[in-house]
């Protein structure tokens, strides 16, 4: 199967800046699309951005013109640099990863999350 790591999380204050990490690792083929989930206290996990193999983006509209997704497909590693951080991004980043597997299924995987708290 499929291992997510995600790192990077912290406390920050706001406009401050973090940068996510997630790497991917275990039976993989090839990665399909990377993206980035969030869930803020007390809410429902919501989409954040997302990255496919061929390069294009995707970004909820409440990240997008602050948050980047990129990927180092040589490292099976995405990345989300966030900016210009506020109290509403405060919550649980999940890494999610489409990944067809050495036999040659395909499916979904999450990490287990890094917490990003933004607060003076």
């Known amino acids: 199967q499929v291992q997510l790591v995600e790192s990077g999380g912290d406390l920050v204050q706001p406009g401050g800046s973090l940068r996510l990490s997630c790497a991917a690792s275990?039976?993989?083929?090839?990665?399909?699309?990377m993206g980035w989930y969030r869930q803020p206290p007390g809410k429902e996990r919501e989409f954040v951005a997302t990255?496919?193999?061929?390069?294009?983006?995707n970004y909820a509209d409440s990240v997008k013109g602050r948050f980047t997704i990129s990927r180092d497909t040589a490292k099976n590693t995405v990345y989300l640099q966030m900016n210009s951080l506020n109290r509403e991004d405060t919550a649980v980043y999940y890494c999610?990863?489409?990944?067809?597997?050495?036999?040659?299924?395909?499916?979904?995987?999450w990490g287990k999350g890094t917490q990003v708290f933004v607060s003076s």
């Open positions: 999610n990863a489409d990944v067809t597997l050495t036999s040659r299924s395909r499916t979904y995987f």
């Open positions: 990255i496919t193999s061929g390069g294009p983006t």
């Open positions: 275990g039976s993989i083929f090839s990665i399909n699309a």
